[in-house]
């Protein structure tokens, strides 16, 4: 072993060239977004900032379409969001039915089996929505359970699934239900409210344009009643619900929990702002048209969307690889000759798609154009 | 309950004002390190950001003063590196012995009860360090634990520990050991692998100034053995070291676990640049002489510091409210009047004491005489 670290390098400031960012996030972050998160640093207990948190609420329960009083941006990324839904609505030995068609509903069964609870899973193909079917027959199977979850849009596959129909059959059977909307916020319609979920995370990188490292999270009146009414603590301090309502509820005194990531914070309301400005329905419906162009772009390129036509994400395209085309070379290539970033396939779709994502601020025409024709020129050549 | 929350309200950019950070954290974040943070966003698994990645774990081994190759910067605030500390090492039935003299002990309590093992505590009052022959005790009546933990600069009350005694006693037992370096790291001696601390976390906020939001963590080869030889999954998938060495780790592929806070990262980069170009050992100087310039600014005042001169913090000075001064009336007169933060005190110590911090690029002339003079001012009148 080589001792310690104790010397002088010396290294230099980071520049990093400007990418067009068209993976599966982060996406693009708009100049003002960057230049918001710049602005002076205040403590997170200075009343400026329990202004903005108020503010960041508001903003955040137009873009999930939610009363909900706990609607916040929690400090850390969507996978966090994904564990404080699980960690909060579980105890151990619950019983949760996992809707699973692409990684992310894997990772839903990783939390609640870490949560000491079991995961009855409903099964569908990578590249398939969720079969509302399917799930219908496994809350009769299973009475006992007391949540529903599955992703609205699953960012390995770029499919969506029909998430209206999947919480109305959890809520008729009495059951809360999580949705994982890390890609579906602000880029396919979701109404938090409407549909009757009951946790909703997403992340800032995604259709939302932020910076990458928050989890916006949204809980209903029954979510949190069943979190007040836990007989056991949740397993985790820091993203404890009941804890941080103490810092992010409502009027009284707020109480220190942890240091909020105060610029992030500064970013995803900048980001919010725009949403407000654009407005939802125009942001959802630029997303949509933005989609087609692509596709037929691709389509004159001889390339194929992987995904029915019914069930495609606007915001992330997933495109099968042509035979004989080499999967690492192309999108090598495309980042160093283009500056360019798509994103590769995830888990078993690895070396066969790419996914190809026009999220928030990276969805415009002039991204569109630049990706066709670079992908033009390195399959060309 | 009303409806969703479907109209757009119009609110505008936030324009925080030039607040001179002199709490607990966040400490005031240097103009570069704000600029840093503002580069355009790149992909978590762009090679270059790779590469940003390696320079900036190099230079947390740095400022641990250790070879650890796990180094990283973890993806959420410092209480987030606390759980993952406990939730890594720790299994079901495990024993812990925790050493509390303020609130973080009492968060270090939480998490060993939350992993379902239990706590030995042992106490000390509130204003003193803890006490080595305590642990010498507890480690006698205790040796069947598994970890020590404490922590070493307490950020409730001001308060160094003796870090290198209470490793040496961990050790000399067996016994792995947690330090919380929160308030520590850079701003008094700190010597990760000298002293033989198997995980040692920190915060962006405090003596790095960087952006708050940030945990740098570092975990010894036997943290790392104890880690990869667990019988049970860590409970936090967010926060298992097994799945985020797949991401950090040395050379091999990187396989991809979150989306990494890009910009944080930038941000804590420049921060760790700084710390270089200035020297370790230069910014430990920093702190303790301006700590002495403060602290015989404050006795010109008439202001008592709380804490032994022995076991002062030189970045998070105790001072003690005189009689008849109301505590809240006086921050907000400094915040409101001098844009001055200054920390309130935490449990036991509400409204008994202030927290003033001189921490990483708060510790300079101008804020010691800013602070001074508001002090001087408000009390006066």
Known sequence: MRGPNLEVVMSSSFHPPVR????????????????????????HLDPLFVGLMDDVKRLLQYAFQTSNELTIPLSAPGSAGMEAAFVNLLECGDKVIVCQNGVFGGRMKENVERCGATAAMVMDRWGDPVDPEKLEAAIKEHPDAKVVAFVHAETSTGVRSDAETLCRLAKDAGMLVIVDAVTSLVGIELKADEWGADVVY??????????PGISPITFSDAAVSAISARTQKVQSWFLDMNLIMGYWGEGAKRSYHHTAPVNAVYAIHEAL???EEEGLEASIARHKANHLKLAAGLSKLGLELAVDEAWRLPQLNAVRIPEGVDDATVRSRLLNEFDLE????????????????????????????RCLSALEAVLGS
Chains 1, 2 share one sequence.
């Open 273 to 275: 702002l725009m949403l």
């Open 202 to 211: 997403s992340g800032t990188q995604k259709c939302l344009s932020g910076l």
């Open 20 to 43: 067009t960012l068209m993976g599966p996030g982060p996406s693009d972050v708009s100049p003002r977004v960057l230049a918001a998160s710049a602005r002076p640093t205040i403590g």
């Open 342 to 369: 798509v994103g590769a396939g995830l888990g078993e779709l690895a070396g066969k798609q790419w996914r190809i994502g026009l999220m928030g601020s990276s969805s415009n025409d002039v991204n569109i154009n």
